[in-house]
């Protein structure tokens, strides 16, 4: 009986509003006593990051995994503030990568489908994403795969991002047929179609949706329990600017370069509103969406109601957000069978994102920078800047940029 060990105080800083948080207490004393330091530790169903955050601390080394987004968010932020605290006692911290294993599972879907399956591929692809969307397939359409309520639903490619000229296609293809909605899903959507052609459709009479494809639609547990949630395909605007570098820059350095953040479009619906943050939520108040905006609805002890808006303006949406300054610089390498019984390393073609400037929100500080640091780099050239933004129901949404510095 460790009864001294298993609650958190309802007033303490450690407790972050998630449902199945340990007390890092509790944690500090299996790991401690099963393990040395620098081992390693892992935990696959992480929740709020509490294992990784004790290993880090009693420095051990730790790998943790979860299905949901909002846990990787919760134990990301997590793991940035036990950096900083460590930082701040002048002891030594580990960084950390975050990997997004959702592409693999696309490889993988494709690869276990047997000679049979493998001939219809692409209707057991469209079944799967269907099933997870809840929409029912229709016969007799050259782009428009199925119907959901009184929307048209379109499903994009597995293995490359979904176009201009295929949206174009869709929208073309409900004129003719006199339909108003249509939802466009994608892994992957070719940057600046939100807002732009989301407006442009809409002048012309169609509704159009962009949405996500989660990787949550490979797990058939979580597709059986309607569980797999579709995210609309948020609209981000960053701009670069170049400034002298510091005084105690390396004499060879060149210019320095900030990033802003400049506005943030989302598109939720009220269903969608399950997944924000605990923290949004207090006893004896309705969090609802009106109009695309977060209102929290309010009775006071005499049955009065007062209505609070939590996203009065594009600000409000964000959680946090990151900039890798030379997103170019890490090739992202696997380990593939070679034909002999061993592996031999690959490159993905992609690149993995690090955070080398990043601000968030927390519990207690909801404030946030909207302007990173400045990042002086060594030579001239051409960079490419990847900036991650994170809002309040835990979903990514990324923009790359080009700078020449000289």
């Known amino acids: ?39 390693l530790v892992a935990d696959f169903f992480c929740g709020s990051g509490t294992t990784a955050a004790v290993a880090e601390k009693l420095n051990r080394k730790w790998i943790t995994t979860d299905l949901g987004r909002f846990a990787i968010h919760t134990t990301r ?74 929307r048209w639903v379109h499903v994009g490619p597995l293995d490359v991002p979904v176009t201009e000229r295929r949206v174009d296609d869709v929208v073309a293809e ?42 949550e639609v490979f797990d058939a547990r ?45 598109n939720y619906t009220q269903d969608d509103l399950d997944r924000v943050e605990d923290g949004l939520r207090n006893k ?14 309010s009775k006071d002890k005499n049955g009065v109601l007062s209505r609070q808006l939590l996203t009065e303006n594009w600000h409000d949406w964000i959680d946090y957000w990151s900039v890798d300054f030379n997103y170019d610089s890490k090739k992202e390498i696997i380990n593939v069978p070679d034909g002999n019984g061993g592996f031999e390393p690959q490159c993905t073609g992609s690149y993995i994102f690090e955070n080398e400037w990043q601000s968030f929100r927390t519990k207690h500080d909801r404030t946030l920078e909207f302007t990173s640091a400045p990042r002086t ?3 001239p050239g051409k960079y490419r800047i990847m900036v991650k933004v994170v809002d309040i129901l835990g979903v990514d949404t990324s923009q790359l940029l080009e700078m020449e510095v000289k």
């Open 1 to 39: 009986m460790w009864d001294d060990l298993n609650r958190i105080s309802p007033t303490s800083s450690e407790r972050l509003g998630y449902p199945t948080q340990k007390p890092e207490a509790l944690l500090h004393r299996i790991i401690e006593t099963s393990s040395n330091e620098g081992d």
């Open 77 to 150: 932020k997590r793991l940035i503030g036990v950096q900083r605290e460590l930082k701040e006692k002048g002891q030594d911290f580990r960084a950390f990568e975050l990997l997004n294993l959702g592409k693999y599972e696309r490889q993988f879907f494709l690869e276990e489908l047997n000679e049979e399956q493998s001939a219809g591929k692409e209707a057991a692809y469209l079944g799967l994403i269907l099933e997870a969307y809840q929409a029912q397939r229709v016969e007799g359409h050259r782009h428009l795969h199925a119907r959901r309520g009184e």
């Open 174 to 215: 409900c004129l003719k047929l006199g339909y108003t909605q249509v939802d466009v899903l994608g892994f992957e959507f070719e940057m600046g179609l939100n807002p732009r052609k989301i407006q442009e459709s809409g002048d012309r009479g169609v509704r159009l949706r962009l949405r996500y494809i989660p990787k």
């Open 222 to 266: 979580a597709v059986k329990k309607g569980q797999v949630k579709f995210y609309d395909v948020s609209y981000l605007k960053v701009t670069a600017s170049l400034e002298d570098p510091a005084p105690a820059s390396p004499p060879a350095a060149t210019k320095a370069v900030r990033i802003t953040l400049r506005d943030f479009v989302t």
């Open 284 to 297: 004896g108040s309705q969090v609802v969406m009106e109009n695309g905006q977060i209102i929290k609805l």
């Open 377 to 379: 780099y060594d030579k």
